[in-house]
């Protein structure tokens, strides 16, 4: 089971980069997917999340505050991917960002790292100003 996490850089404030979690070994349909974002001496901080594909509450999603309105999360089940379009990208946007992904079902906070049971390796988001 492993997460890849890819397409970070640096972009110029406002600019824009799609993020792919792309999982091999499993069906990522079966699995919730959180992304995170970590910057030195900080926590993890959880910052989107998609429920299962399938899911019998209908496909949910979550943003928290300071990306919502500018990322987006979705899925490509037919390329096994979970993708975070992120947009008008700000200096504060800068960190390293993960995904990661639960199978288990139950109540769980979706922004918390314990809720997860497999994670991506990150990749490094550099916005400019």
């Known amino acids: 089971v492993q997460l890849q996490a890819s397409g970070g850089g640096l972009v110029q404030a406002g600019g824009s980069l799609r993020l792919s979690c792309a999982a091999s070994?499993?069906?990522?349909?079966?699995?919730?997917i959180g992304w995170f974002r970590q910057v030195p001496g900080k926590q993890r901080e959880g910052i989107s999340y998609?429920?299962?594909?399938?899911?019998?509450?209908?496909?949910?999603?979550y943003y928290a505050d300071p990306v919502k309105g500018r990322f987006t999360i979705s899925r490509d089940n037919a390329k096994n991917t979970v993708y975070l379009q992120m947009n008008s990208l700000k200096p504060e946007d800068t960190a390293v960002y993960y995904c990661?992904?639960?199978?288990?079902?139950?109540?769980?906070?979706?922004?918390?790292?314990?809720?997860?049971?497999?994670w991506g390796q990150g990749t490094q988001v550099t916005v400019s100003s």
């Open positions: 070994g499993f069906n990522l349909d079966y699995y919730a």
């Open positions: 998609i429920s299962k594909s399938g899911d019998e509450s209908g496909l949910r999603t």
């Open positions: 990661a992904a639960r199978a288990r079902d139950g109540s769980y906070v979706v922004t918390q790292p314990l809720s997860y049971d497999y």
